[in-house]
């Protein structure tokens, strides 16, 4: 008989959610927050990579929860500033700052810099922990430049300085179709979801009914 299978994403990012729903959505797995799941367990992020610091996140919840647990750790590495703000892009400046600060000091930081050296990339790392302790990672890199200003409505958080050449157009100007089609989440999660479904499969039809 099949049965849904949950999935815990540890996150509180609406945006990542909106993301991960639409990538996940017609894969058979309802996909749920930690809040939504009720678990509320501190995370120390203290990797120092993006792959060590998604592990560390599913690791924690899939121990406090019992349940699949999948997550991520994403951000910008900017060339020019020496990688920053890369595994700290969520906390950089403070964890309470505004994404609008951020980008506002990227850019300051950019003053002078021509197209040439303002080369940059968001990286994504996905990790998903089973009960069992097996382990499945999967990562997504969305190259592109820093522009010269914000621009866009869609996306959030560094997407409005982000430039991506071959579509003529900032991140945040972009579709969520476009978006999700070419971004290093949207990599990662199809990446992970490919390997995700000889096991799911198993899961949801043991009897192979």
Request: aromatic share 8%; net charge negative.
């Amino acid at each position: 008989m099949n049965r849904e299978i949950r999935i815990i994403f540890a996150t509180g990012n609406e945006g990542k959610i909106r993301e991960i729903h639409k990538i996940l959505g017609d894969a058979g797995i309802k996909v749920v927050t930690m809040k939504e799941a009720g678990i509320d367990v501190p995370i120390e992020e203290n990797g120092s990579t993006f792959l060590e610091n998604a592990l560390i996140k599913a690791r924690t919840i899939a121990s406090a929860s019992g349940e699949i647990t999948m997550s991520d750790d994403s951000g910008l590495v900017v060339d020019a500033l020496g990688g920053e703000p890369g595994i700290y892009s969520a906390r950089w400046l403070g964890e309470d700052t505004s994404y609008h600060i951020k980008n506002t000091e990227i850019l300051r930081r950019l003053e002078g810099v021509p197209d040439e050296k303002r080369s940059a990339r968001f990286i994504c790392a996905c990790a998903c922990v089973f009960p069992d302790g097996r382990e499945l990672t999967a990562e997504g890199v969305f190259e592109g430049r820093i522009g010269y200003e914000e621009k866009g409505e869609n996306g959030f958080g560094y997407d409005p300085i982000f430039y991506v050449p071959s579509e003529g157009k900032y991140s945040a100007e972009l579709t969520p179709e476009q978006k999700n089609a070419l971004s290093h989440r949207g990599q990662a999660l199809r990446s992970m979801k490919e390997q995700l479904s000889t096991y799911l499969l198993a899961l949801k039809d043991p009897e192979g009914k």
